[in-house]
């Protein structure tokens, strides 16, 4: 659906600042892709790029066939009703009502008025904001007007979602509902979701598949389960420790330092215990969380094994389908 | 009070105040039509925004600066010529109109474009990823969105005018001005000039307080 190839993007002016070097990556019709980066990192201009807001400057872009740097203005305007945006900061026109709003790209496209009616009532109705149609954007809450700008984004049927930030001006309860209606959306509508931001539980959420950009480089990507759970580079350890705090950090105990990574229904087992008791080892949790990677669950606990045969203990858990990283050696 | 007020004669004040009146409607109106666009072209073709042109820019940015800079008495005898050429006289309200207008549009242009600096960038960025054309963002998001700093920068030039009008009267243009100066001050007649003075300040005031509430009616921040 959404293709970059070897794409940089570089802002003219002091010091020729580059924004974006040498990124590919493909988005498949259909997936929720995520873009995790620091502020600065090039992320905005990354998604910018998708609608041509941005212009590359070498490489190339192609969204639903088209070669968005080639596309002339009606190319353009028409590629922009095909892919649907929403921002952090909403950007809902505050002249025109929640309906106004809904109802204006429709408007932009030249929609007969009975039609853009009838759209309106139901994009409204689709994100629960059916009685707020008369009112002005001024006079809703945060999330309420998320939900305003999602129904705009879709006003004109697309079939690429992009998401600015979208839930980082939000509370985390807000958060969650819009997270929970952009999923919905990718579920029922079969959206194509590009979404950028700075928090990995965002990710976690909601993403198929994420990029980790850093310095306008794309420093690691893969399923987000892969990149959450097993990162390799530092840029997407930090992501997850700021998401997840460092497990068993700054403590001092004897014996062999693990990682355990549960998936799916090992994560319930009450495999420790059989463990031990097979294997005489000892054990201190230092660590731990249990989560859910969309749908599917996962735990990791970090450990300190300690006398009867550690090796066995290890391979005792491999064999339970548990990933086991040594991650040192305690010392006192 | 009556041995006061013995020097007013209260019909020729009357005109006075429908030839003040009507020089503010005229000029008011050609004024928006001619600063409007140039205020939009002004801030159209500033720097990073979507007509961005430095040349255009400039020199537009020059005319009106020079034009805001020539005070509006000289302005009244310098545009005569061109007056006469425009509207037949110099004379009257017609003869008004056109100083009235070249010296107020830049001014009311200036507020334009400083009204449209304060619409947020992301709504037109966002109407842009809408699929807009560059028109259908000015007309449809821009405008709307500038309404309410819109109205402030008129009722500020419609008051402007107002004084304007007043000193149009050194150059035969009628009007309360033009009273005032040759009954309430070549003539000292005080009460006269009380009177003028007045009715300029109750239109002063009239004009705040319509704008201010027209301003609160289209505002929905």
Not at chain 1, 188 to 202: A, F, K, N, P, S
Request: hydrophobic share 50%; with cysteine.
């Amino acid at each position: 659906m959404i293709t970059f190839q070897d794409v940089s993007k570089t802002y003219a002016g002091a010091g020729q600042h580059a924004a974006l070097s040498g990124v590919s990556l493909s988005v498949a019709p259909g997936e929720v892709f995520g873009v995790i980066g620091a502020s600065g990192a090039g992320k905005s201009t990354l998604i910018r790029l998708i609608n041509g807001l941005e212009k590359p400057s070498s490489g190339k872009v192609v969204v639903d066939g088209d070669d968005v740097a080639a596309l002339g203005v009606e190319g353009l305007r028409s590629l922009r009703r095909r892919v649907g945006m929403i921002f952090q900061h909403f950007n809902l026109l505050s002249s025109k009502t929640v309906a106004g709003n809904v109802a204006f790209p429709l408007k932009l496209a030249g929609t007969p008025d009975a039609e853009v009616k009838a759209r309106t009532a139901e994009l409204l109705a689709r994100v629960g904001l059916s009685e707020f149609a008369n009112k002005y954007p001024a006079q809703l809450s945060g999330g309420q007007k998320q939900r305003v700008g999602i129904a705009r984004a879709l006003a004109t049927g697309p079939k690429v979602l992009l998401c600015d930030e979208a839930t980082s001006a939000l509370d985390p309860e807000t958060t969650e509902q819009i997270l929970e209606l952009v999923s919905n959306l990718n579920r029922e509508l079969g959206l194509t979701i590009v979404l950028i931001t700075h928090e990995m539980d965002v990710v976690r959420r909601v993403c198929d598949r994420v990029a980790v950009l850093e310095g306008g480089k794309v420093v690691e990507s893969g399923p987000v389960e892969a990149v959450f759970l097993h990162p390799a580079s530092a840029t997407a350890r930090r992501f997850v420790t700021e998401a997840e705090g460092e497990p068993g950090e700054g403590v001092a105990v004897g014996g062999r330092l693990v990682r355990l990574t549960f998936k799916g229904e090992a994560t319930y087992k009450p495999i420790l215990g059989a463990v031990a008791r097979e294997t005489g080892v000892d054990y201190s949790i230092l660590g731990g969380r249990i989560h859910r990677l969309r749908e599917t669950p996962y735990g990791q606990l970090t450990l300190a094994l300690t006398g009867g045969d550690v090796e066995a203990a290890i391979r005792r858990f491999e064999a339970d389908g548990v990933r086991v990283d040594v991650i040192g050696e305690g010392g006192r | 009070m009556n041995d006061f007020m013995r020097n007013i004669d209260w019909s020729e004040i009357g005109q006075a105040t429908i030839d003040t009146l009507s020089m503010l409607g005229g000029s008011m109106l050609l004024t928006v039509v001619l600063g409007l666009p140039l205020g939009v072209i002004l801030f159209l073709t500033g720097k990073g925004q979507m007509l961005q042109n430095r040349l255009a820019n400039g020199v537009l940015s020059l005319v009106i600066n020079i034009l805001r800079s020539v005070p509006f008495v000289i302005l009244l005898i310098v545009m005569i010529p061109l007056t006469v050429a425009l509207v037949g006289t110099s004379l009257g309200v017609a003869g008004a109109i056109p100083p009235l207008v070249v010296g107020a549009a830049p001014f009311f242009a200036r507020l334009v474009e400083t009204a449209l600096r304060e619409v947020d960038k992301g709504v037109i960025e966002a109407s842009f990823a809408m699929g807009a054309k560059r028109r259908q963002v000015v007309l449809g998001a821009l405008l709307p969105e500038a309404m309410p700093g819109l109205i402030a920068a008129a009722t500020v030039t419609a008051i402007a005018l107002v004084s304007y009008t007043a000193m149009a009267g050194v150059v035969g243009a009628g009007g309360l001005g033009d009273l005032a100066i040759r009954f309430g001050y070549q003539r000292f007649q005080t009460d006269v000039m009380v009177v003028t003075v007045v009715l300029l300040l109750v239109l002063v005031q009239a004009l705040q307080m319509v704008g201010d509430a027209v301003v609160r009616r289209v505002s929905h921040r």
